[in-house]
Nanobody, 119 residues
Framework: EQLVESGGGLVQPGGSLRLSCDASGMTGMIFELYIMSWYRQAPGKERELVATITTDTSTTYADSAKGRFTISRDNGRRMVSLEMNSLKPEDTAVYYC???????????WGQGTQVTVFS
């Protein structure tokens, strides 16, 4: 069982992508109890937090994502999305979805989806 990301691809600067993370295959997971986040990792760099949405749908963003990215969740479909607009070359990275439940020290990661922004 694993989170499954999709929606990555190649896009020009200024373009948009919508990433999705599907937890429907994780039947033992109570999705609405998990904090959901998107991370990214560029070549040669550490993985960094991009955006988080809590169980009560509060959101936080890295400074680099504020005003351009929007995280959302659909508990009924067990999915979380990341809408990315005004993409820049520095947004190029593998994007990972993470599900976290801090009260029971449990987290899950997806396999990642590549986003490449190029001129």
């Amino acid at each position: 069982e694993q989170l499954v990301e999709s929606g990555g691809g190649l896009v020009q600067p200024g373009g948009s992508l919508r990433l999705s993370c599907d937890a429907s295959g994780m039947t033992g997971m109570i999705f609405e109890l998990y904090i959901m986040s998107w991370y990214r990792q560029a070549p040669g760099k550490e993985r960094e937090l991009v955006a988080t949405i809590t169980t009560d749908t509060s959101t936080t963003y890295a400074d680099s994502a504020k005003g351009r990215f929007t995280i959302s969740r659909d508990n009924g479909r067990r999915m979380v999305s990341l809408e990315m607009n005004s993409l820049k070359p520095e947004d190029t990275a593998v994007y990972y979805c993470k599900a976290e439940r801090r009260d029971v020290w449990t987290d899950y990661w997806g396999q990642g989806t590549q986003v490449t922004v190029f001129s």
